[in-house]
C-alpha cells in the first residue's frame, strides 16, 4: 500500500491510501508531490531509472536523487512512498476505438476465453437468450452481440442466420464479429437492411450466400454491413456519454493516460467529447480521428481543433484501406494460404482498387495539412499506402508529417525501409499473434508468413518509430497484456511465434509510452519522466524489467495519475 506523508516544520503527518478525507485535507495544503521509495522508470535513456520525482501544478517539476528532488520540492511537499511498487509513464494507446468499446460494453459479450464466456455457437444462442430476457430491446431495435471469433469456435465456422433464427425470427438480431469488419444477421435483420437473393454485393463488401448461390446465409462483410452497423451504434447523447464514460473508466483501470478514438464518424459523437471535457468527466486525454469520409466536414476547423481543450483533440484523418486477415479481407500480395469452397486465389478486399484514388486522397490530407493515419494489415495494402505517401510526398515535401501506418500484419523489409525514407511510422496489432497466431499458421497465412506477422522487431532494428496497439474493442485494452505478448510471442497452444520478432521489455515499454507520444506529436509533453512534461503516470504491483517475462501480464495496475490527479485507483 503506498502511504502518503505530509512534510511542515519538523511535523510528521502519515495517511494511509485508504484514508481519503485525511488525504484530501493534506492534498488541499501541499502545492509539490514527490514519489519516491520504489522503482521509478522514467524512459528517458539518459536517466533509466531514478530515486524520486516531483510533481507541481500537473507537471513534472524534478526528477533524480532523492534528497534533490525533496530539496527542490520545499518543505510542504506531500510525500508518496510507493512502497516498492513501480511508477512509469502513464500508457498512450497507438490505436483503439474508445466510442466503439462504449458500445460494445453495453451489447452481450460474445468475445472467447479469456475476454468473454464463449467457446461455441450453442453458447452464443445461450447469451442471447440470457441477454433478451434481462435487457429485451424496444419494436424494431436489434438484439446485439459483438466479438465472436469463429475461429475459437469448437464448431471451427462463422454462425448463420440459420443459428439466429433459432433464437428468434421476429426480432432482428446482429453478431459481430470481433474484427469490426463483418457480422451475422438473422432473417429479420437481413430484411430491415433489405438483403435477399437478388442483392448484388456492394463495392468494398461481399454478401455471403448459401449454396445456391443467391439466398443471403447472413454473413456480411465490409461495406456490406454498414448499413445495419448505423442502426445497431445509434444511440441518443445520453447514452453516447454513458458508453464513453464506461469505457474510459476501462482504459483508466488499465493505466492509459491518453486513448484513441479512430475512425469518428459525426459531430455528435466530437460534441460527446467536448460536453464530458467541459463538465469535468474527461479525466485522461482523448484524441479523435474522424474517418475519411466524413473529414472535411468534421476537420473544419483543424488548426483550432488538432489542440486539447478540456482533454480532447482531433489529431487527424483516419483512411482504411482493406480489412481484417481472419474474416479474410486483409488485402495481400499473395493468395490466403487455404482458399475456401468458389476461391481460386483469393488475397483479399482492396477497399480503393484503383491506386490513383488512394494517391488522390492521400495528396488532399497533405494539402490540408493533416496528420493521416492509414489502416492497411495486408501487404498488398502496405504497397498501396506506399506509393500513395510518396505521391504525396514529392507534390509537397518538406514536412515533419509522421504519417502512421496501422496494423501492419505483413510487413516486409523492402517495404519498412520505403516507410521510413518517407518519414512514416508503424504501429502493429501484435495481440494477432496471440490470440490468432495457430490460426494464421493454418488457415490464413500458412505456416511461413504466420511466422513474420507484425514483424515489430524488424522494423525496430530498421529505425521506424514502432508502437503495438490492441486495437480495442477488437482486443481489450490490456497494455500490460500486449506487452506480454510483444516481449514472448506466444499463441493461445504456447508455440512462439516468430521468436526473432519479439520486442525485448524496454523496447515495449517505449513502444507503450515515449514512441506512442512521438507517432501523435506529442513527445515534448508525454511518454518519459522529465522535468517540464505532464505528470502522467501508472503505478505497478510489480516492475516488468525484472520480472519472469512470462508473468509481465500478470502485473496489476494499481493507480492511474493524470497530470499529477489520481484517476483510478485499484480497491
Given at each position: 500500500?503506498?502511504?502518503?506523508?505530509?512534510?511542515?516544520?519538523?511535523?510528521?503527518?502519515?495517511?494511509?491510501?485508504?484514508?481519503?478525507?485525511?488525504?484530501?485535507?493534506?492534498?488541499?495544503?501541499?502545492?509539490?508531490?514527490?514519489?519516491?521509495?520504489?522503482?521509478?522508470?522514467?524512459?528517458?535513456?539518459?536517466?533509466?531509472?531514478?530515486?524520486?520525482?516531483?510533481?507541481?501544478?500537473?507537471?513534472?517539476?524534478?526528477?533524480?536523487?532523492?534528497?534533490?528532488?525533496?530539496?527542490?520540492?520545499?518543505?510542504?511537499?506531500?510525500?508518496?512512498?510507493?512502497?516498492?511498487?513501480?511508477?512509469?509513464?502513464?500508457?498512450?494507446?497507438?490505436?483503439?476505438?474508445?466510442?466503439?468499446?462504449?458500445?460494445?460494453?453495453?451489447?452481450?459479450?460474445?468475445?472467447?476465453?479469456?475476454?468473454?464466456?464463449?467457446?461455441?455457437?450453442?453458447?452464443?444462442?445461450?447469451?442471447?437468450?440470457?441477454?433478451?430476457?434481462?435487457?429485451?430491446?424496444?419494436?424494431?431495435?436489434?438484439?446485439?452481440?459483438?466479438?465472436?471469433?469463429?475461429?475459437?469456435?469448437?464448431?471451427?465456422?462463422?454462425?448463420?442466420?440459420?443459428?439466429?433464427?433459432?433464437?428468434?425470427?421476429?426480432i432482428p438480431i446482429v453478431l459481430i464479429h470481433f474484427?469490426?469488419?463483418?457480422?451475422?444477421?438473422?432473417?429479420?435483420?437481413?430484411?430491415?437492411?433489405?438483403?435477399?437473393?437478388?442483392?448484388?454485393?456492394?463495392?468494398?463488401?461481399?454478401?455471403?450466400?448459401?449454396?445456391?448461390?443467391?439466398?443471403?446465409?447472413?454473413?456480411?462483410?465490409?461495406?456490406?454491413?454498414?448499413?445495419?452497423?448505423?442502426?445497431?451504434?445509434?444511440?441518443?447523447?445520453?447514452?453516447?456519454?454513458?458508453?464513453?464514460?464506461?469505457?474510459?473508466?476501462?482504459?483508466?483501470?488499465?493505466?492509459?493516460?491518453?486513448?484513441?478514438?479512430?475512425?469518428?464518424?459525426?459531430?455528435?459523437?466530437?460534441?460527446?467529447?467536448?460536453?464530458?471535457?467541459?463538465?469535468?468527466?474527461?479525466?485522461?486525454?482523448?484524441?479523435?480521428?474522424?474517418?475519411?469520409?466524413?473529414?472535411?466536414?468534421?476537420?473544419?476547423?483543424?488548426?483550432?481543433?488538432?489542440?486539447?481543450?478540456?482533454?480532447?483533440?482531433?489529431?487527424?484523418?483516419?483512411?482504411?484501406?482493406?480489412?481484417?486477415?481472419?474474416?479474410?479481407?486483409?488485402?495481400?500480395?499473395?493468395?490466403?494460404?487455404?482458399?475456401?469452397?468458389?476461391?481460386?486465389?483469393?488475397?483479399?478486399?482492396?477497399?480503393?482498387?484503383?491506386?490513383?484514388?488512394?494517391?488522390?486522397?492521400v495528396s488532399h490530407y497533405y494539402a490540408k495539412g493533416?496528420?493521416?493515419?492509414?489502416?492497411?494489415?495486408?501487404?498488398?495494402?502496405?504497397?498501396?499506402?506506399?506509393?500513395?505517401?510518396?505521391?504525396?510526398?514529392?507534390?509537397?515535401?518538406?514536412?515533419?508529417?509522421?504519417?502512421?501506418?496501422?496494423?501492419?500484419?505483413?510487413?516486409?523489409?523492402?517495404?519498412?525501409?520505403?516507410?521510413?525514407?518517407?518519414?512514416?511510422?508503424?504501429?502493429?496489432?501484435?495481440?494477432?499473434?496471440?490470440?490468432?497466431?495457430?490460426?494464421?499458421?493454418?488457415?490464413?497465412?500458412?505456416?511461413?508468413?504466420?511466422?513474420?506477422?507484425?514483424?515489430?522487431?524488424?522494423?525496430?532494428?530498421?529505425?521506424?518509430?514502432?508502437?503495438?496497439?490492441?486495437?480495442?474493442?477488437?482486443?481489450?485494452?490490456?497494455?500490460?497484456?500486449?506487452?506480454?505478448?510483444?516481449?514472448?510471442?506466444?499463441?493461445?497452444?504456447?508455440?512462439?511465434?516468430?521468436?526473432?520478432?519479439?520486442?525485448?521489455?524496454?523496447?515495449?515499454?517505449?513502444?507503450?509510452?515515449?514512441?506512442?507520444?512521438?507517432?501523435?506529436?506529442?513527445?515534448?509533453?508525454?511518454?518519459?519522466?522529465?522535468?517540464?512534461?505532464?505528470?502522467?503516470?501508472?503505478?505497478?504491483?510489480?516492475?516488468?524489467?525484472?520480472?519472469?517475462?512470462?508473468?509481465?501480464?500478470?502485473?496489476?495496475?494499481?493507480?492511474?495519475?493524470?497530470?499529477?490527479?489520481?484517476?483510478?485507483?485499484?480497491?
Amino acid at each position: 500500500m503506498m502511504i502518503r506523508t505530509m512534510l511542515d516544520n519538523g511535523l510528521r503527518v502519515t495517511i494511509a491510501a485508504g484514508m481519503f478525507a485525511l488525504a484530501a485535507v493534506a492534498g488541499a495544503a501541499a502545492k509539490t508531490t514527490v514519489y519516491t521509495n520504489g522503482v521509478i522508470l522514467t524512459m528517458n535513456d539518459a536517466m533509466p531509472q531514478t530515486e524520486a520525482v516531483a510533481v507541481k501544478d500537473g507537471r513534472i517539476l524534478a526528477v533524480g536523487a532523492k534528497r534533490t528532488v525533496l530539496t527542490k520540492a520545499g518543505a510542504n511537499a506531500e510525500i508518496i512512498d510507493l512502497d516498492g511498487r513501480t511508477l512509469m509513464p502513464g500508457f498512450i494507446d497507438s490505436h483503439s476505438h474508445v466510442s466503439l468499446t462504449g458500445g460494445k460494453l453495453a451489447f452481450a459479450n460474445m468475445s472467447p476465453r479469456p475476454a468473454g464466456p464463449i467457446a461455441s455457437i450453442e453458447d452464443i444462442k445461450a447469451e442471447f437468450r440470457r441477454w433478451l430476457k434481462q435487457h429485451p430491446p424496444k419494436p424494431g431495435e436489434p438484439l446485439v452481440g459483438m466479438g465472436y471469433d469463429h475461429s475459437q469456435l469448437k464448431e471451427h465456422r462463422h454462425p448463420t442466420r440459420h443459428d439466429l433464427d433459432a433464437i428468434s425470427r421476429t426480432i432482428p438480431i446482429v453478431l459481430i464479429h470481433f474484427s469490426g469488419h463483418q457480422a451475422v444477421l438473422n432473417s429479420r435483420a437481413l430484411e430491415m437492411v433489405g438483403y435477399d437473393a437478388n442483392t448484388p454485393d456492394p463495392e468494398g463488401g461481399r454478401i455471403l450466400r448459401e449454396k445456391d448461390g443467391k439466398t443471403p446465409n447472413g454473413i456480411v462483410q465490409e461495406t456490406a454491413w454498414i448499413p445495419i452497423k448505423l442502426k445497431v451504434f445509434a444511440a441518443t447523447y445520453a447514452q453516447k456519454k454513458e458508453r464513453l464514460e464506461k469505457a474510459l473508466d476501462l482504459y483508466m483501470a488499465n493505466g492509459f493516460t491518453t486513448a484513441l478514438d479512430v475512425a469518428i464518424t459525426d459531430q455528435e459523437m466530437i460534441d460527446a467529447y467536448r460536453h464530458l471535457g467541459r463538465d469535468g468527466d474527461l479525466k485522461i486525454d482523448i484524441v479523435g480521428m474522424p474517418y475519411e469520409k466524413f473529414a472535411d466536414t468534421l476537420l473544419a476547423n483543424y488548426e483550432k481543433d488538432r489542440h486539447y481543450h478540456d482533454h480532447f483533440r482531433l489529431a487527424g484523418v483516419k483512411l482504411v484501406l482493406d480489412g481484417g486477415s481472419p474474416g479474410r479481407s486483409a488485402f495481400l500480395r499473395e493468395p490466403y494460404y487455404r482458399q475456401m469452397p468458389g476461391e481460386k486465389n483469393f488475397r483479399g478486399v482492396a477497399f480503393f482498387p484503383n491506386q490513383a484514388d488512394i494517391d488522390d486522397k492521400v495528396s488532399h490530407y497533405y494539402a490540408k495539412g493533416w496528420q493521416v493515419f492509414i489502416h492497411a494489415l495486408g501487404d498488398a495494402a502496405v504497397d498501396q499506402v506506399l506509393h500513395a505517401v510518396e505521391v504525396a510526398e514529392r507534390k509537397y515535401p518538406g514536412k515533419d508529417r509522421r504519417t502512421q501506418l496501422i496494423h501492419l500484419q505483413l510487413f516486409h523489409p523492402d517495404q519498412m525501409d520505403k516507410a521510413r525514407a518517407l518519414g512514416a511510422t508503424a504501429t502493429f496489432q501484435t495481440t494477432h499473434v496471440f490470440y490468432f497466431g495457430d490460426f494464421h499458421r493454418q488457415e490464413t497465412f500458412g505456416p511461413e508468413r504466420a511466422e513474420k506477422i507484425c514483424p515489430a522487431r524488424t522494423a525496430w532494428n530498421k529505425g521506424l518509430s514502432v508502437t503495438i496497439h490492441h486495437d480495442s474493442p477488437i482486443h481489450p485494452p490490456d497494455q500490460l497484456m500486449l506487452i506480454w505478448i510483444a516481449v514472448n510471442r506466444q499463441t493461445r497452444s504456447g508455440r512462439v511465434l516468430g521468436p526473432d520478432e519479439r520486442l525485448t521489455v524496454m523496447q515495449a515499454l517505449k513502444a507503450s509510452t515515449i514512441n506512442a507520444a512521438y507517432q501523435l506529436f506529442e513527445e515534448k509533453a508525454k511518454g518519459t519522466i522529465e522535468p517540464g512534461k505532464l505528470a502522467d503516470f501508472v503505478v505497478l504491483s510489480d516492475n516488468p524489467l525484472t520480472v519472469d517475462p512470462q508473468k509481465i501480464k500478470d502485473i496489476k495496475v494499481l493507480e492511474t495519475i493524470k497530470e499529477g490527479r489520481t484517476v483510478y485507483r485499484r480497491p
